[in-house]
């Protein structure tokens, strides 16, 4: 069995084009838009090659022994899966830091709050760099180094970034990150300058770095690693592989995703319509989008204009992951929560904050944005959109320890105004835990535990 | 097969006790040192039951069938070598959070650059919490559970306090983190917070809350969780089973590993040579361990007295994890170093920063304290105490995000002062990444991009 050869096509005008005459900036020459990846063989459509259909039995044992593997592509989760992501000639020199195979981990206290009787959630930030990220990049990059490139490029200040830092010194390429100047996060670029990326700040905003860098590609054998690359979302629906697999090839009946650049939502969509393309699942979950209240514009798109145009915004909030007022792949987004029956909801600051604290009490750490998937989930089961008998699964996008920062903040009440938290003040405050200063002496410390054991 | 029944064992006089009787502060009731689970139905020695040796060949092949399970315990890097750790009896009710499995890498340009042919990375830094520590709280912690504790405790500011809340968290239980007022570290108390724990600052050191909290598990119903805890250990040896599967079996040459409490370098020996007592491997690795120069009891001890006392130190290094200067541990880890042959080696402030560095550079994110493996691997290379033909494992033991700060100061050169990087400033410019602001143009970036080509 082989990958699938491949073509990329137009999600707004439907051109297609071929890998290797695709532009630099992976635009549509026609209109503009982004493209996809697409596997003429699997639809016997009007494109080259038999139809070659793989055989959906076959695939999950093929799968399920390279877990026993100890080469290093079929211990990637992504890689793992190659049978459904664009051929490379040489797959054995895959770049990979053993990305993927993340935890599902089963809720079980926010399960019984809620009144659910399956609820998961997903932790793609358990990955090498602490982020979703990993498993697009190992792809994208993987396509950049076979094409012969040794630069490799990006906009970002946060995930993506270091994801990409990391695969590329993997690969023995360089890296190079344009970020706005002003507002600095530092912490944020300590990855990718561990990894030894080139970064330069920019006197500009974030779209102005997206811009001079599609002139940088194009002037330079640079190859572009920001969203638009279509190879990034096609590692990026392998969660979707490994959440049938976890199921026993038994789809949950809902997927909840936060929604930034709407990345994940779109190529989780794409992973879970394959599966069902191929056979090798009957059915696809719901796949629900969750939005921070103010950055929000495809809940507003949906709202007011069924998800045909959108309107670019000027993002806030404390999720950073998430602050994104022109999302790339809003329209592979809204499609994708269109065709599963899905819905997009909008979570505010003081949610999120509650949120995180309590996936954090399962033990389980992630970055604000990954909260807003419970936040959100909490709206939908009091609109009645999700039964208590069906099985619900978060994607936590992000390690607790990309936003460090948030936590200390929210426990020590610097996180929140109180106009933020009006509402859920006693949801806020039974969740919070204060350091306390003690003398040194075991009954000032019994009498703190006896206190937390009557409270 | 089962898991084998277990004692424990001082490593001062060799008294045995029954787990059932042991003391709540882990501690020898003859001679106050520290215990060691000891498995009597290997030995055939004087202790009740039959010699009952497992089968290695069955054991092999009895973990390599759980990689391809979906039940919780098999998952685990930890749990599904349970036939070697201590019996619970409800296995199935193991707290875990997947930990373990973790990636073994291949370092390419590090042993380029040492003239190296085999050298390797096994990240513990990728466990679920971020660091090593994972490993043997699964195990410490299930014992707590199963019998019948519902609040467990630490003196700890960094990661034993982060997974120790996490498995508390994940178990529903309680946790209590004591901790020195005065220089909290707020970053590395997040995670204990995001987890739940109860965190206390008390008006006095280190080894004060260390008595505080002996005394306070004396007199409530609280499970001790730190390093004294034998079970922690059991846990902490499993990287060397999966080390040795990750080699076929054929174990590497020489392991080394940051010394700091000195649990890590006890636990792996303990591991490989219960391997090779069962018959699972032929023969154990040199096992050495590095310190950093000014926290460096153990190698003192070494050099001085030969290992047989140790004299307390004020540690001073911003390689935050190793900063102990009156290690628990020290006892077992200069027994290990002894019956395997190893060395015990240490490094300065530059050349822990620029390992780090190096390590970065092969893509791979480490903190500070993992990076004095390979530091401690140039010295050894360096005095020809290491072949080049040789296999060579360094165990790294906490992600490159709990300590961001490190990583920026390092780059924008306010890490080391010039007398501490005295000596390696050529080495140490090569591997800094500034971050440069320029111009929002095209023409502006490609003239670096050329300079970074160029140089």
Chains 1, 2 share one sequence.
Not at 269 to 290: A, C, D, N, Y
Request: proline share 5%.
């Amino acid at each position: 069995m082989h990958e699938a050869s491949h073509q990329l096509r137009c999600v707004g005008c439907s051109t297609v084009t071929s890998p290797d005459t695709v532009e630099k900036d992976f635009r549509c020459v026609a209109c503009g838009e982004l493209l996809e990846v697409e596997y003429p063989s699997w639809s016997g459509g009007p494109f080259p090659g038999p139809r070659r259909m793989p055989n959906p039995g076959a695939l999950r044992w093929l799968w399920q022994e390279r877990l026993q593997s100890k080469l290093g592509i079929d211990q990637s989760g992504v890689w793992r899966f190659r049978e459904l992501l664009p051929i490379l000639l040489y797959p054995e020199q895959a770049v990979t830091l053993r990305e993927g195979n993340t935890p599902l981990y089963r809720l079980l206290r926010c399960a019984e709050e809620l009144g659910l009787e399956h609820l998961y959630a997903k932790h793609q930030g358990m990955n090498p760099t602490g982020s979703f990220k990993d498993t697009g990049m190992t792809a994208a990059l993987s396509q950049a180094r076979e094409r012969g490139f040794q630069w490799v490029a990006c906009a970002s200040t946060g995930n993506t970034s270091a994801a990409m830092a990391a695969y590329a010194a993997r690969a023995r390429m360089s890296s190079l990150v344009l970020l706005p100047d002003g507002k600095i996060s530092w912490s944020k670029l300590s990855q990718a300058m561990d990894y030894g990326a080139v970064t330069c700040q920019l006197n500009t905003d974030f779209d102005g770095c997206v811009r001079v860098l599609a002139e940088v590609v194009r002037r330079a054998p640079v190859y572009l690693l920001n969203s638009v690359n279509p190879y990034r979302l096609e590692g990026q629906k392998t969660p979707a592989l490994e959440i049938a697999e976890q199921f026993d090839w038994q789809v949950p009946d809902h997927l909840i995703v936060p929604g930034g650049n709407l990345a994940n939502s779109s190529a989780l969509g794409k992973g879970f319509l394959e599966m069902k393309h191929l056979g090798l699942s009957t059915r696809v979950p719901k796949i629900s989008v969750v939005q921070a209240e103010r950055a929000n514009p495809l809940y507003l798109s949906l709202l007011h204009h069924d998800g045909r145009e959108i309107q670019a915004m000027q993002a806030d909030t404390r999720a950073t992951a998430i602050r994104i007022g022109n999302p790339a792949s809003w329209r592979k987004a809204a499609r994708v929560i269109q065709q599963t029956g899905g819905y997009c909801e909008q979570v505010s600051e003081a949610e999120i904050a509650l949120a995180k604290a309590e996936i954090g009490q399962e033990g389980i750490g992630c970055e604000p944005a990954s909260a807003v998937t419970l936040a959100g989930l909490k709206k939908l089961v009091r609109q009645g959109k999700i039964d208590s008998s069906e099985t619900v699964v978060l994607l936590l996008t992000g390690h607790t320890l990309k936003d460090s920062e948030y936590t200390i903040d929210f426990h020590r009440e610097t996180l929140l105004t109180a106009e933020e938290s009006a509402g859920l003040e006693h949801e806020l405050t039974l969740r919070r835990r204060a350091t306390l200063s003690l003398d040194a002496s075991p009954d000032a410390v019994l009498r703190v535990l006896e206190a937390a054991i009557e409270a």
